[in-house]
């Protein structure tokens, strides 16, 4: 028997369970006054700039998507200049915004686009689910908005506003709540105005209905919330089980030789893929390294390996670390800056070929790089000086 008195109970969703049919109307006609509609992909019907949109905006603030997005419209006018473009290009404009995956899945799906469908992104929201880089919320977003597609989406601030305004308990990523909640959002979708809807769906999420502080005053539901009704505007939607968040530890090799720097191209798959990255060396034991005579020598062995035909290493010198924190993990870098007695031929790369290049500070400056490999670049100012020149410590 269900206690009416306990908030934590499921009959605490019953008074947002009567706004459903009215939830859409509400929805939409609040979307209009205050809803957000001049985003730079907004207004359009062309389904390329709305899929760019959505791709860049997953796990992505649109304040910082905004820069990227006009970037990537002036290089990429279309699917078929997107398709037809080198990695290296692709990679290289999307530095910075992370979750590289995107990137890499974002060129795969142009091509498919442009090799299997004409060059016309599909209408129906399961054949685009079906592309690279694109699930089911995003195929809904980009029917709905492109062609009026009857279609749910379910975002993390879509899964926030459906937990808050209808009392759903538990973590929204297990398959149980997840499925609970498609079913809702599907149940609560309108006959017509499907792009009003949907952006209102994605405005009141991000804009009111936050993670931190949301904004009950302003919100079209405030007086059907249960949330809200209930004083858990910061408990729900329920957090995910927090578990340690382990730590890694690499030192990467700044190998200069005369005025370039060897890069090498991290593989497809794992953290940074397709990038290009500094050399790296993990650890033996996964921690904290500390700077004693093996680790010199095992450094020292593998910078010469690295810059192989070019002579000895002439100096291995520490630099100031820095941390990057992944979703799951906190990375630790360590850089040393080493100096080799030979200058590099341009041609001269390691066995492994074209997984490595050594780039001067213009290409540096125009490669893909991960945030904070640029960060280490920037501050040994391996930055275009005009002349092509590097400026590196001694």
């Known amino acids: 028997m269900n206690d009416s008195s306990n908030p934590s109970s499921p009959s605490s969703a019953t008074p947002a369970n009567s706004l459903a049919g009215t939830f859409a109307e509400r929805l939409i006609a609040w979307q209009a006054e205050h809803g957000r509609h001049d985003l730079p992909w907004q207004n359009t019907r062309d389904a390329y700039r709305i899929w760019l949109s959505e791709i860049m905006l997953q796990q992505t603030q649109v304040a910082t998507v905004i820069p990227y997005y006009g970037r990537f419209l002036e290089r990429f006018p279309d699917v078929a200049a997107l398709a037809s473009a080198p990695q290296d290009d692709v990679m290289a404009l999307w530095s910075g915004l992370g979750y590289y995956s995107r990137a890499r899945n974002l060129h795969r799906c142009a091509q498919v686009v442009v090799a299997e469908h004409g060059g016309r992104f599909p209408s129906d929201p399961e054949t685009l689910a079906t592309l690279p880089g694109i699930g089911r919320s995003t195929a809904a977003a980009i029917a709905a908005f492109a062609y009026d597609a009857h279609a749910a989406i379910l975002d993390g601030n879509v899964k926030r506003v459906l937990a808050r305004v209808f009392g759903i308990e538990g973590f929204p ?171 590099a031929a341009t041609s001269a790369v390691p066995s492994t070929g074209s997984s490595y290049a050594w780039l001067d500070a213009a290409g540096v400056a125009a490669a893909g790089l991960p945030s904070p490999i640029r960060k280490i670049a920037d501050a040994l100012s391996i930055v275009s000086q005009g002349d092509g020149q590097l400026s590196l410590p001694a």
Request: net charge neutral.
């Open 173 to 343: 990523g297990t398959p149980k709540i997840e499925r609970e909640m498609w079913a809702l959002a599907e149940s609560l979708l309108p006959e017509s105005d499907l792009p009003a809807y949907t952006q209102g769906m994605m405005d009141l999420g991000a804009t009111l209905c936050g993670r931190g502080k949301p904004r009950c005053g302003e919100c079209p539901f405030d007086s059907d919330c249960v949330a809200h009704s209930t004083g858990r505007e910061r408990i729900l939607p329920t957090a995910k089980p927090k578990k340690a968040q382990p730590e890694r530890y690499v030192d990467v090799l700044v190998i200069c030789s005369g005025e370039r720097v060897l890069f090498e191209r991290r593989p497809d798959s794992g953290i940074w893929g397709g990038l290009w990255s500094l050399p790296e060396l993990t650890p033996p034991t996964g921690e904290r390294a500390v700077d004693d005579a093996s680790l010199r020598e095992r450094l020292t062995a593998h910078a010469a390996a690295l810059g192989a035909t070019q002579g000895a290493v002439r100096s291995l010198v520490p630099l100031h670390g820095l941390t990057h924190v992944f979703t799951h993990f906190r990375l630790h870098l360590r850089p040393w800056l080493v100096t080799l007695s030979t200058p």
